[in-house]
Each structure stands twice: as structure tokens, then as C-alpha cells.
């Protein structure tokens, strides 16, 4: 079904001698190009897989004006819309219009299946291991997953020992980064189990886009996304703390770190679309170890914290000491069962990346089943042998720092330039637990409208999983894009943009 | 022997402040050698105190003040039953190969592991490497006589210095100095042994000074509580070694909470809304139960600090900027 190499070449050859026939090369598509990776729209130069025939159709059909004009309203609606992205590591803290592109992409029905049972079966696993490991340590014991791995991780909270949560859920809300390989498989890349990012942004591609296309929406019979914050606010209060008696309804707040976050348009929209209130630390106090917000009424009990603050701001008394951010006191109200916090405190061990090379085995330790999503492989630089081996091949790898995320603290080895290869030898010999390496992935491409064009881009996938009083995904999520040529980081902190995701009814 | 302790920190606050929530570790532990028989805490202004045990067992109180205040005063008094042990005797203790099957046999029980890493005061520098190779700190002799060695060499190497260095001063300082107080001796030790794989972890507490004309005096202070460290030997168990006064075995020691560092233990930790000028003052008395009973003494250790200068938005920035 999938190009072989030797035919992509020889479309690459073609190209060259425009065969105006073919509808390939009419426009938008005269200059699309395919390589080894995967192409989520064509099955083979040309032709467009069954569920990608009708969009294929509509692009070819439409004049190239009228393209650039619906990209130029969906661009205004962001802008007007508000939302918009900050980054980092930019002297002036540039807040920038999340970059949206016009082109959805579309995954079949069973597709979807496969990755919903997939991603459920992880975030169960994940929820016992961190039950496990916070309480009795059974896999320890059992040497599945090595001690020194858990007790070395920076995101390891000691303080969590013999604490039970609401329900045993420690992650409530997960946003799982899935990758396409070469062979057509989706292959899980990371978990993010402490505060993930981007669900507003699948809310709002959805809105655009609607009304952007809005017949080929309708026609193509798309999973609806928009019930994602009720989801979300049901998965909130069906976290009620053991201390709730009686009240009505558990008052819910979301906890923003504040105006300078990258994610607080995200924020926002949330608390706007649940209803509920956005406080920041200072807006909150402890006192006997109830939490109370400050409003115009005077104080009010809070029961559930959606918490968008990252452990370590958390609590001042109980984590960083300076932390302006946090409710000092706030630990001590989570422990005596006052107060929830979703997700709860110490999930980033199980988002570690070297504990994701052990998620295989901890689904079979827990389940035992087989992970129905594979993961991608991955080198442990704490293993002398598995270290030599990626100190030599450093070229043609990706290193990742083991804490860090929003790609920071990465290595690509084949963009990479010798002087960086050199510095991440000798991080990683100075600092093994802190890095993993994998193989540099092909993730799958599909078209994206750039420069009045559509031109071939790497995507990922991240679908958000709700775990309240069951597992939840809505239909969809993240198609996040690199939207440099060529380039595999698709991170919006590093200029990624994305674009909407529509899942088939049938 | 059964002694009494009765410890009193004092906070003041000028301007007055809010919101001062705070947690203490004053309760002496019931476990081992030691049994506490009778334990009481006052705070005022008053608040209700609630109480919890940590990952360590240490009992921790913990209360807030949510009115304007100007001081805040914890005493804490508790009756502490301590069984002398004869010191530890070399021929018991076990070898090298010993302690690493001890290590290594346990299942189930982690605490050896936290006490063999690295922690945030008890860590490697090149000052402590370069000053482990001065001690010949290698696995030789026994594990009992090497750190028998070390504890002495510690005391030997370092003046004791009241206030020469912070309750937060990372061991290179004590290190270039060679000065330093009980916490920074512990620090050092648990730095050097730990690497050796030797479990190690850091006591808080007190201990019970004998009168100055006795032969030897102690060089800790008297009137302030007291920091040294628990080594696990194989055959015999954790095994108190005191660097600061060339101590072993702990008849005179008093365990109030352990941890990896000081960073898991302090006596008191606390967070309050408001710029002021703060004091903080401590005393401790520490007596044997058929002594009259213990009076305040005046405070041992006051340390004075400036406002907190405002936090420029800049700070408040980076701690915004996390993502996942």
C-alpha cells in the first residue's frame, strides 16, 4: 500500500517533467514530495487513500485564490479569537499566534479504535504503577522496573509515600504524543502525565474550521470534540475529596501559574468554557487545612484544584521554598483528604523518559496484556553497552534530557552540528540518568497549505485521555506539524503549529 | 536515663504579617534506643495543630495563623526515655561483603536506597573529592573502622564556629573554611560514606551536654539543638557516629526526626504574606527528668533578616514558565 523507496525516487524523477494529466500535479499539489516516511493522504504518488479522496477532490476543485482567502480568515480568527502561544528562551517572551494550518487531517474510524483502546490501556497501567510505586512497591520488588530508576527521578515525590488519592487516579487528565511509523503504525513517542498542553488548540482548529469547509465537514461525518470541556469538568468533580460530605456540588478551580505562561490563553478558555473559576496561587489560602478562595463574597471552600501549576510551585512549605506561584500549606490539605488536585502530586516519575522504555513492561506486569500501541525504541544511557553505542552513533540519533519537555534539551543527531554532538557527549557522560536517545523517527507527513501550496509535513498526534469514573478520549486531538521544511520537531515551543484532526464516524 | 527538653523558638515580625503557615519537627521519636514518654507544643497566638508523619516517621505539627501578628512563639516540651547502649564492639561488626548483601538482600523495604544516593546538602564537590582523598576515603580495614577514622578525622579537621555558616550553606564552604558547625560535619560525612555504599542518613535533635570540668568537653553548643549521623554497619544495625564531638554510639543523644539532609529535617518550616523585618530567636534546655525543671534560658541563636526584597516579575516569570 505504501510507497516503496524506489518509486518515491522515481516520482522525485518525475516531477521534474510535469505531466499535467495527472492530477497530482495540478495545483495546489504541482510540487508535492514524497519520501520514506509515511504520507497520511496519498497511498501512492497520486493517489489519495479511500477517506482522504473527498478533501483530495475539494483542493483540486477549488481555485488557489479561494484557498489562500479561507487560510487568511481561519489566520484573522485566531488572531481575533486570541489564541495564541508563548515562547521561550526569547529575550523579548514573544506571545505569538498559535500557527493553525488549513488542511485537516482525517484518520479512519478503526484507526481511531485502535488507538483508543491503546491509549486507554496506558493510562490504566500508568495509574497502578504510580499506585504501586507510591505505596507498596510491588514492581520494585519485583526488579520489572529498576529502584534506582525511581528513586534517582527528579519528579519522584517522596511525600506521596502511603497516600491514597480519590478513586486511585493519580493522572485524570493525560495528553499522550503518538507518532506515525514508516510501516503505517502508530507508535507512542511520550506520555505527559503532569500538566499537558494544547487541548484548547484541537477546540479551536475544530471551531475554525467549520467554518472554513463548512460542506466537506458536514459530508464527511466527523466525530464531534466540542463536548471536551464538560468531559473534562464531569472527570474534575468525579474526583470529589474523601472529606466531601454532603454539599451540593464540589466547587472546582482551575490553578494558573499566571499571565506569563505559555498555556494561560489555554487556561482561560477552560475555566471559561467549564464555568468555573481561574485563580492564580495568591488567590487561594490554607487555613486548618481546608482551602478556601478569596472572592468578593468573602472566602469559599474549594474542593477540586485542576491545577495547571507544576509540582515543584506548588507548596512552598512543602516543595520549592520560594515559590511564588503555589498555596503554602496546600500539600498538607491534599494529604488530610480536604482537597483534590487532578492530576495529583508525583505522576511526572511515570512520564520520565527512561521510565518509558519500561511502559511495555509495566502494561504487561499490571494488565497482562500486550501494549496494544508499541513504543519507540529506546536507548537507557545508564547501560554501559547501550551508552557506547549511542556515544558512537550520536549522528544519526535523537538524545533527550529525561526531565524536560516542549522540546528543550534536545539533540537531533542528523541536523546536528559536531560542536553540539560534543556537548551532549559530554552531558550524557557527566549525567547518564538525565538522557535517553532513540532512533531519529520518519514521522508520517501530510499535506499542509504553505505558500499558496500544499507541500508535505511532518505531524505527530496527541490525543487527550480523561480518567474520572472511566476513561474518556474525545475523538481527536492534537495534529501538531513542523512547519519548517524538513524539520521533525513539532513542538509548539519550538515553532510548531497544528492543525485539526477529524476523526470518521464510519 | 530520662531527660527532659524544653524548646522554644520565638519568630517576630516588624511590620506585622499574615498568613503564616508553618510546620514543625519537635516531637522526639519513639523508636530504637529511645522512647518519648510525654510530649507537649504550644504556639501562640493560638492555632489549631494538626499533626502527620512523614515519609521518614518523623511526627510533624503543622498550623496557620491567618490574623496580623508580630511574633509567633512554638515551645515544645517533651520527656525522652534513652537506654544506654555499650559502644559498638568491633568484633561484631561485619565486613565489606558483608554490608553489600545487607544492602542488597532487603526487598520490599527502599530506605537504604534514599540513604545511598546523593541528596540535596550531601552531595559530591571537588572540594569534599580532594578532601576525601586526603582521608584515604576508600573501602579499607572494616566498615566500623573506616567511619570510626572518618568521624575522627572530621573533628580533627574543622574548628566548630557557631553562626560561621547558614542553616542552607552548601558543605564547600565549611570545606574551604574548615570551619563549621554540627550540620555541616554531618553533611560531610554522609558525602563522603555514601558514595562508599554505606546507607547514612541525618538526625535531628538534641543532646545532653555533661558539665564543662569533666575531662572531655563536648564542643557542640549547649542550649541549641544538635545534628550527626546514622550509619548502617552490617551486624549491628545504624550505628550514631557524632563528627562534631568525636562521638560514638548515642547515651547523650536525643532523636528528634531523620532524613536524607537537613533539607528534609529543619525543626521548623514556615511561609507568611507580608514584607517584614524578621527575628528569629531559639532556645533549648535539655536536663536530666530528676533536674528542677527546665527554665528558658536566654536564646542561643537569633538570626535577624531584612524584608525579603520584592520579587521582581522577572522571577515570577520563570517560575511561569514551565510546560508540559
Same mark, same amino acid.
Given at each position: ?182 510501516? *503505517?503504525?502508530?507508535? @507512542?513517542?511520550?506520555?505527559? +502525565?503532569? /500538566?499537558?498542553?494544547? %487541548?484548547? !488548540? &484541537? ?71 467549564? *464555568?468555573?473559576?481561574? @485563580?492564580?496561587?495568591?488567590? +487561594?489560602? /490554607?487555613?486548618?487545612? %481546608?482551602? !478556601? &478562595? ?213 | ?324
Amino acid at each position: 500500500m505504501q510507497p516503496s523507496r524506489t518509486r518515491t525516487r522515481g516520482l522525485l524523477r518525475r516531477v521534474t517533467l510535469p505531466d499535467s494529466a495527472h492530477p497530482l500535479f495540478r495545483p495546489p499539489f504541482r510540487n508535492y514530495q514524497f519520501d520514506s516516511a509515511y504520507d497520511e493522504m496519498f497511498e501512492a504518488p497520486g493517489i489519495p487513500r479511500p477517506h482522504y479522496r473527498a478533501l483530495f477532490q475539494t483542493l483540486l476543485d477549488l481555485p488557489s485564490e479561494e484557498l489562500r482567502k479561507s487560510q487568511q480568515a481561519a489566520e484573522l480568527s485566531f488572531l481575533h479569537q486570541g489564541i495564541t502561544f508563548t515562547v521561550y528562551g526569547n529575550s523579548e517572551g514573544t506571545e505569538r499566534v498559535f500557527p493553525n494550518d488549513l488542511l485537516p487531517r482525517i484518520i479512519p474510524h478503526a484507526e481511531w479504535r485502535k488507538i483508543e483502546s491503546g491509549l486507554t490501556q496506558r493510562i490504566a497501567a500508568l495509574n497502578l504503577f504510580l499506585e504501586d510505586i507510591y505505596h507498596n512497591g510491588r514492581i520494585l520488588a519485583d526488579g520489572i522496573v529498576p529502584k534506582e530508576l525511581v528513586y534517582t527521578c527528579r519528579h519522584f515525590r517522596r511525600e506521596m509515600r502511603g497516600l491514597n488519592v480519590p478513586r486511585g487516579i493519580y493522572v485524570s487528565i493525560c495528553g499522550t504524543d503518538l507518532v506515525r511509523l514508516p510501516d *503505517g503504525n502508530f507508535a @507512542v513517542l511520550e506520555d505527559n +502525565l503532569r /500538566v499537558p498542553s494544547g %487541548v484548547s !488548540y &484541537m477546540l479551536a482548529n475544530r471551531k475554525v474550521l467549520k467554518k472554513v469547509f463548512p460542506t466537506l465537514f458536514r459530508d464527511y461525518g466527523v466525530c464531534p470534540v466540542d463536548h471536551y470541556a464538560q468531559a473534562l469538568l464531569a472527570t474534575l468533580r468525579a474526583l470529589t475529596p474523601p472529606n466531601f460530605y454532603g454539599r451540593h456540588e464540589p466547587t472546582v478551580v482551575l490553578l494558573t501559574p499566571g499571565v506569563f505562561n505559555s498555556a494561560y490563553f489555554e487556561h482561560t478558555f477552560l475555566a471559561q468554557q467549564m *464555568g468555573i473559576e481561574l @485563580v492564580e496561587g495568591r488567590d +487561594l489560602l /490554607v487555613h486548618d487545612n %481546608v482551602v !478556601y &478562595m478569596r472572592t468578593t463574597a468573602g472566602l469559599r471552600r474549594v474542593d477540586v484544584i485542576y491545577r495547571r501549576v507544576d509540582d515543584d510551585f506548588l507548596d512552598p512549605l512543602c516543595f520549592q521554598r520560594d515559590s511564588s506561584l503555589g498555596v503554602p500549606g496546600l500539600f498538607n490539605a491534599y494529604r488530610t483528604g480536604n482537597v483534590s488536585l487532578a492530576n495529583a502530586i508525583g505522576t511526572g516519575i511515570a512520564d520520565d523518559k527512561a521510565v518509558y522504555a519500561y511502559v511495555p513492561a509495566i502494561i504487561r506486569y499490571y494488565l497482562g496484556e500486550d501494549p496494544i500501541l508499541a513504543n519507540v525504541p529506546t536507548y537507557l544511557l545508564t547501560d554501559r553497552s547501550q551508552q557506547n553505542y549511542v556515544l558512537d552513533h550520536l549522528d544519526e540519533l535523537v538524545v533527550k534530557a529525561v526531565g524536560e519537555s516542549g522540546g528543550y534539551g534536545m539533540l537531533i543527531g542528523p541536523q546536528s552540528t559536531a560542536e553540539q554532538r560534543e556537548d551532549f557527549r559530554r552531558r550524557i557522560q557527566a549525567e547518564p540518568r538525565n538522557y535517553i536517545a532513540q532512533p531519529t523517527l520518519s514521522l508520517s507527513r501530510a499535506p499542509c497549505f504553505l505558500d499558496g501550496e500544499a507541500q508535505a509535513r511532518h505531524v505527530d498526534l496527541r490525543p487527550y485521555i480523561l480518567y474520572g469514573e472511566n476513561v474518556t478520549l474525545v475523538p481527536g486531538g492534537l495534529t501538531r506539524v513542523a512547519l519548517r521544511r524538513g524539520s521533525l520537531v513539532v513542538n509548539s515551543s519550538q515553532g510548531g503549529g497544528s492543525k485539526d484532526t477529524w476523526v470518521l464516524r464510519a | 536515663m530520662i531527660y527532659s527538653v524544653l524548646h522554644t523558638t520565638t519568630f517576630t515580625y516588624q511590620p506585622a504579617v499574615r498568613e503564616s503557615v508553618m510546620e514543625v519537627r519537635l516531637q522526639p521519636r519513639s523508636d530504637g534506643p529511645q522512647h518519648c514518654l510525654t510530649f507537649e507544643l504550644d504556639v501562640t497566638p493560638a492555632a489549631n495543630i494538626m499533626q502527620y508523619r512523614d515519609f521518614m516517621g518523623n511526627t510533624v505539627h503543622h498550623f496557620d495563623i491567618a490574623g496580623k501578628h508580630s511574633e509567633v512563639k512554638v515551645t515544645a516540651r517533651s520527656s525522652v526515655e534513652v537506654q544506654s547502649a555499650p559502644p559498638p564492639n568491633s568484633a561484631d561488626a561485619g565486613s565489606w561483603s558483608d554490608l553489600d548483601r545487607a544492602i542488597s538482600s532487603v526487598s520490599g523495604s527502599d530506605d537504604y536506597w534514599e540513604m545511598l544516593l546523593p541528596s540535596q546538602f550531601a552531595k559530591s564537590t571537588s572540594c569534599l573529592e580532594a578532601f576525601a582523598k586526603d582521608l584515604r576515603c576508600e573501602r579499607r580495614d572494616t566498615p566500623l573502622q573506616l567511619l570510626t577514622e572518618l568521624n575522627q578525622s572530621i573533628y580533627e579537621s574543622f574548628a566548630y564556629v557557631p553562626n560561621s555558616t547558614n542553616v542552607d550553606s552548601p558543605i564547600d564552604d565549611a570545606l574551604h573554611s574548615r570551619q563549621g558547625v554540627c550540620q555541616d560535619f554531618a553533611h560531610i560525612m554522609i558525602a563522603l560514606v555514601r558514595p562508599l555504599r554505606i546507607p547514612c542518613c541525618y538526625v535531628s535533635g538534641y543532646m545532653f551536654h555533661r558539665d564543662a570540668a569533666e575531662e572531655k568537653k563536648d564542643r557542640s553548643l549547649e542550649g541549641a539543638s544538635h545534628a550527626w549521623i546514622e550509619a548502617l554497619i552490617p551486624n549491628l544495625g545504624w550505628i550514631a557516629f557524632d563528627p562534631t564531638n568525636n562521638l560514638i554510639g548515642a547515651d547523650r543523644h536525643i532523636r528528634v526526626a531523620l532524613g536524607r539532609d537537613y533539607a528534609d529535617v529543619p525543626p521548623t518550616r514556615g511561609v507568611h504574606k507580608g514584607e517584614a523585618q524578621s527575628a528569629l530567636s531559639v532556645s533549648v534546655t535539655v536536663s536530666p527528668s530528676d533536674a528542677p525543671p527546665p527554665v528558658q534560658l536566654p536564646p542561643t541563636l537569633v538570626i535577624q533578616s531584612r524584608p525579603t526584597t520584592a520579587r521582581t516579575p522577572r522571577i515570577d516569570h520563570e517560575q511561569q514558565q514551565q510546560q508540559q
